[in-house]
């Protein structure tokens, strides 16, 4: 018991910072044999992980945000051709459009649904991921150009090297490093990053919204009002 008390401890405290594994993550395995806990114990020490998450790391959706844009896309074409969004895109042609609206798994980067969602006259944060935030000015560049510089914000922010990050995020441990360094990340990479961060996906990917998630943003301001006392 004391050995199995140990190991539970040494899985979710991993080079002085506790480290969220929740047992829905696929990467636990892979932590779990490297402080050598048996198969056994893992069920236990999951459950034991799951109640120890990091404050500013939060476990992932159930159904992600970005599993709905081929039918916010299919809404918002309409009549529009594949090849005519393309077009007022900038993409070579409609086949890109097409593949996000009708082929199932298929995952777009950033970049292409900001260009998409301009072109259709829509927030990228809605089309990306069914999230309604304030206009934002329109700007020369993309403004997903900027996902690695508020990754790399956001997680120092929150204290917790690129590996940590990427471990609590379910994502290669190279993930973070490339993202930061410029390489445009995935939809689903960028919504489980702002996920692990508890962040708003919206902001991370495309700049636009509060940083923080609407629901934490609410009870923070609650908490700040103090109770009405009318």
């Known amino acids: ?6 190991h539970r401890r040494r899985a979710c405290f991993v080079s002085g910072v506790f480290l969220p594994v929740p047992s829905c993550y696929p990467m636990f395995p892979t932590v779990a044999t490297y402080i050598n806990i048996s198969t056994r114990e893992l069920p236990q020490v999951a459950t034991d992980c799951d109640s120890v998450l990091l404050g500013a790391v939060v476990r992932g959706r159930r159904n992600p945000l970005y599993l709905g844009l081929p ?7 309409e009549n529009l051709s594949f090849d005519s969004v393309a077009t007022s895109a900038g993409l070579f042609d409609g ?3 097409f593949l996000l609206e009708r082929k199932p798994g298929h995952v777009p980067r950033i970049d ?3 260009r998409i969602a301009a072109a259709l006259g829509l927030s990228p944060a809605f089309l990306g991921f069914g999230l309604a935030v304030e206009p934002t000015s329109p700007t020369e560049k993309l403004r997903s150009l900027g996902v690695g510089a ?6 120092q922010a929150r204290g917790l090297s690129a590996r940590i990050l990427a471990t609590a995020a379910g994502v290669s441990h190279t993930a973070v490093g490339n993202v930061e360094r410029g390489t445009m990340p995935g939809l689903d990479t960028a919504e489980a990053l702002a ?9 991370l990917a495309f700049g636009e919204g509060p940083m923080e998630l609407p629901s934490r943003r609410r009870k923070a301001e609650a908490a700040t009002q103090g109770p009405d006392h009318g």
């Open 112 to 114: 292409i649904v900001e």
């Open 150 to 155: 508020r990754l790399r914000e956001a997680r």
């Open 95 to 97: 086949s890109t459009v």
């Open 71 to 77: 039918a916010r896309l299919k809404r918002a074409r």
């Open 1 to 6: 018991m004391a050995r199995l008390a140990e």
């Open 195 to 203: 996920v692990a961060l508890d962040v708003s996906p919206a902001w």
